[in-house]
């Protein structure tokens, strides 16, 4: 549930941030409030996506996982920036980082339709992610 939970929060303190444009007087405790939300949400959801990763990932795999999220966690920044800018051409900042923040929170939505939603303890993983049995061949 707190891998559904923190990109809403995420994404919604996100969502704040064009507020403060709109509300002028109320722009610092506006931004104040957005940052205190990601950074209490940040790394609650950094700590349990690695910890299931790790955990259901073979042990003869971790360092290809591993890299793989490095590669598209540092690499779609790159056209993430290309993107927003434009965007930011034709819709502007506040339209832009509204955009932004619904496709974080959106980005979400897959994990209400799989079997992580409801995932408890470690023991019932290997029922829901098939080709995680021990012996199961992976080259």
Not at 19 to 26: D, K, M, T
Not at 37 to 52: D, E, H, K, Y
Not at 63 to 88: D, H, K, S
Not at 91 to 103: D, E, K, S, Y
Request: hydrophobic share 50%; net charge neutral.
């Amino acid at each position: 549930m707190t891998l559904l939970i923190t990109p809403m929060i995420i994404g919604g303190s996100d969502l704040i941030i064009p507020l403060a444009g709109l509300v002028p007087h109320l722009a610092f405790p506006l931004v104040g409030l957005a940052q205190v939300l990601f950074g209490l949400a940040r790394p609650i959801l950094s700590i349990n996506q690695v910890s299931l990763r790790q955990a259901i990932t073979p042990e003869r795999l971790l360092g290809r996982m591993n890299a793989t999220v490095t590669f598209v966690v540092f690499g779609l920044p790159t056209l993430g920036a290309l993107l927003g800018g434009i965007l930011g051409q034709y819709f502007g900042l506040p339209g832009t980082l509204v955009i932004a923040a619904a496709g974080e929170i959106l980005a979400c939505v897959w994990i209400v339709f799989s079997p992580l939603r409801t995932l408890r303890e470690e023991r019932e993983w290997p029922k829901v992610l098939p080709g995680n049995e021990e012996g199961s061949y992976v080259p």
